[in-house]
């Protein structure tokens, strides 16, 4: 069965600082990953995914994020983080005919 | 541009109420879910359907019904509310195929205190 785990429930970060949220998964079949953003108030958005080819995977607003398939992980990056990237941030999998949603990542980002 | 809407954002309603949560997507998508977020849990889904009048049940379903009479229109139904029931519960849709890498879109969310 697929599986999930954000490792981090809160990650505080000063503004202009680089930030790393961490998801680890399993999977027994082709895996296709997900990292989404809920802004406070709002429903969830569609950062970027992996279905394939280069691991390495670009997304909205500058964030990336590496499939690593050795260590099952798929860790979202940013280089410097602003203000208005304060928000919730959900790693997931496709796990037959539904998505499997980690328990989520609240990032604060401080001035 | 792609919409997801849900009929309220928040919602308070007693014990015992029947309570309706409505969610319609205009992207002719064939898939439709709804969730319930709490904090520390992530999203947990409760029914899903992938055609009109079809619905399977998700990881949570006790204590809810859905119906889909339209493509369009996904509704989730509280029989008989109760405080367990307090929660954001969430509506997204895709499009087939399902399971091979579509992404879901959702709506704003309804926020649920049952008192």
């Known amino acids: 069965a697929q599986s999930v785990t954000q490792l981090d429930s809160q990650v505080p970060v000063f503004e202009e600082a680089p930030v790393e949220l961490r998801c680890n998964y399993s999977?027994?079949?082709?895996?296709?990953l997900f990292w989404y953003v809920q802004y406070p108030n709002q429903g969830l958005q569609l950062l970027l995914k992996?279905?394939?080819?280069?691991?390495l995977v670009k997304g909205i607003n500058g964030f990336e994020a590496e499939f690593n398939k050795s260590q099952t992980s798929f860790h979202l990056r940013k280089p410097s983080v602003h203000i208005s990237d304060t928000a919730e941030y959900f790693c997931?999998?496709?796990?037959?005919?539904?998505?499997?949603f980690g328990a989520g990542t609240r990032l604060f980002v401080k001035a | 541009d792609v919409k997801v809407t849900q009929s309220s954002r928040y919602l308070v309603k007693r014990t015992g109420e029947k309570v309706f949560l409505e969610c319609v997507q205009d992207?002719?998508?064939?898939?439709m879910f709804w969730y319930r977020q709490d904090p520390g849990l992530g999203l947990r889904l409760i029914y899903f359907?992938?055609?009109?009048?079809?619905?399977e049940k998700g990881d949570i379903p006790e204590g809810y019904s859905v119906s889909r009479e339209k493509k369009e229109r996904f509704s989730l139904i509280l029989e008989s509310a109760s405080t367990n029931q307090t929660s954001m519960y969430l509506c997204?849709?895709?499009?087939?195929?399902?399971?091979?890498?579509?992404?879901?879109?959702f709506g704003p969310g309804t926020r649920l205190t049952v008192t």
């Open positions: 992207m002719d998508h064939e898939n």
């Open positions: 997204a849709s895709s499009s087939i195929p399902r399971g091979q890498g579509n992404e879901q879109y």
């Open positions: 997931a999998v496709i796990g037959g005919f539904k998505t499997i």
């Open positions: 992996y279905l394939s080819g280069s691991t």
């Open positions: 999977s027994s079949v082709s895996v296709y």
């Open positions: 359907s992938y055609d009109v009048k079809m619905k």
